[in-house]
């Protein structure tokens, strides 16, 4: 088979990652762009799905040795709660991030030796997200909670559990809960219980930890972890304002083989899609920016990078590629936006995090990141280019 633009994208980017693994299958890179934990185990796992992706379109098995050796890395420092949490700085021990690409490992080369604990993580990004007696969020930021949709279909197809299918359909009904329908989006925050401290040192606290996030750039899985734990004294308001919550529409994706219907979710990824469009529309054709235009002390979250609402980003625009794909519609937008996440990819395979209205791109080439890019240029190239909805690249569910 012939490659094509999108396709020579994501092998790139794998032979990016692959010349960034030591022997031991580590990737020292920076994981995402708001604490840039390097070396995280959310990158090692989500790299994975990078590197079966090259492997699968190109047979060349450098790809595939690559990411059973980073697989065998992560294997032997999986903890007992299904994490890995002596290894990530970020929400679930990384549990989501790992057992995504521990699927894709398994559902594009059939093998299984990943199976168990693919398992265990799902479990761990489950009961960590949702809780099971009266389905309360117990994550803050919803904007992430949506990949977990996704990712936990994603194990219900492989293991045939109920509990995976029933955990994931529990995330989203948390998620279409806290739609703001005069707005037309989910909200960035969600419905969570705020501890009686955090409720009374809010007044003090608050600003103080706002303006170190805002002014200081404060990175390292101390930090994230520190954000994590007191995030609602930072907050202000719940939202909308990012871009980056068309994440929450990833569980459409899950919809394109039949294998799932998710009519609520559509309803509410069309009107999110059109408040993305009025809102953050990005200075390049095809591209959107974090965030909608607001004061800095109105900002929900205080981090600089998230609430840049002037330059092209590639994550939020990633994720808008993906809701296009999951719709099945607005094809010509679509189209420009991949070719836009194309563009941002430099010599070497790395996809640069931004870019200015005079063209320029810029910014650390992030893990997850480029991840995300490789990931949206995969699904809008199967499921809209090449329009074959293969059993291995969109494997059916296991009754």
Known sequence: MTLNSYEEAIVKNAQWFVSMQDADGFINVPADEYYGVAGDASLIGHSMSVRVYAWYLTGDERFRRS????????????????????????????????????????RLTGDRRCHDAMVRAADRMISGTIDPDDGHLLIGNLIECGEYVHHALLAWRLSGLDRHREGALAILEAITSQFDVEQGYWNTVGDIEVPRWMELTRGCLGPVLRCSMSKLGLKGKTIAKISERVLPLALRGRGPQYCLAMMDAEGLLDTLDGAIALPALREQSQRALAWVHAHCRG?????????????????????????????????????????????????????????????????????????????????????????????????????????????????????
Not at 71 to 95: I, K, N, P, V
Not at 326 to 335: P, V
Not at 363 to 390: C, D, I, K, P
Request: with cysteine; glycine share 8%.
């Open 283 to 399: 200075p390049v054709a095809g591209s959107f920016c974090e965030s909608r235009a607001v004061a800095e002390k109105d900002a929900v979250y205080p981090l600089p990078a998230i609430n840049d609402a002037h330059n092209a980003s590639l994550w939020p625009t990633a994720a808008t590629l993906l809701a296009y794909v999951g719709l099945g519609e607005h094809r010509d937008e679509a189209k420009a936006t991949a070719d836009w996440i194309v563009s941002m990819q430099d010599d070497a395979g790395g996809f640069w995090t931004h870019q200015n209205s005079d063209g320029e791109r810029f910014g650390e080439m992030y893990g997850n990141v480029n991840f995300y890019g490789s990931t949206a240029l995969w699904y809008y190239n199967w499921a809209v280019v090449r329009q074959r909805l293969h059993p291995t690249l969109f494997p059916s569910a296991q009754a």
């Open 67 to 106: 990411a059973e050796t980073s697989a065998q890395w992560l294997l032997e420092r999986q903890d007992d709660r299904g994490g890995w949490h002596h290894d990530a700085g970020y929400s679930l021990d990384a549990a989501q991030c790992v057992m995504e690409g521990l699927a894709s490992y398994q």
